[in-house]
């Protein structure tokens, strides 16, 4: 299984970037798919998550709620997050993570994970 996330760069505060995460290995829509972030010197940290197998809907850490959007396109295994409006405060690596998890924003609950893409965002 791998999950290969792209997409990253650097911006200036109030731009957009969208991240991609091909999975490749396994059937996306058999499981959730998950955003986390983690930022130099900081702990890595939930950003929003797709619970598709679950039919639950999306959910997203509180700080990113209206200005970042979880996506997918299962018949390509791709997810996506839509990232606007960025803040410097939103500079780290992004991994994208898939898994069966009970709580959707622990980290340990995602069985595969991707290496991450650096998001840069200059003020």
């Known amino acids: 299984v791998q999950l290969q996330a792209s997409g990253g760069g650097l911006v200036q505060a109030g731009n957009s970037l969208r991240l991609s995460c091909l999975a490749s290995?396994?059937?996306?829509?058999?499981?959730?798919m998950g955003w986390f972030r983690q930022a130099p010197g900081k702990e890595r940290e939930f950003v929003a998550s797709d619970r598709w197998r679950r039919g639950d809907g999306t959910y997203y850490k509180d700080s990113v709620k209206g200005r970042f959007t979880i996506s997918r396109n299962n018949a390509k295994n791709t997810v996506y997050l839509q990232m606007h409006s960025l803040e410097p405060e939103d500079t780290a690596v992004y991994c994208c993570?898939?898994?069966?998890?009970?709580?959707?924003?622990?980290?340990?609950?995602?069985?595969?994970w991707g290496q991450g893409t650096l998001v840069t965002v200059s003020s």
């Open positions: 993570a898939a898994g069966r998890p009970h709580y959707y924003d622990r980290s340990d609950g995602y069985n595969y």
């Open positions: 290995g396994l059937t996306s829509s058999n499981y959730d």
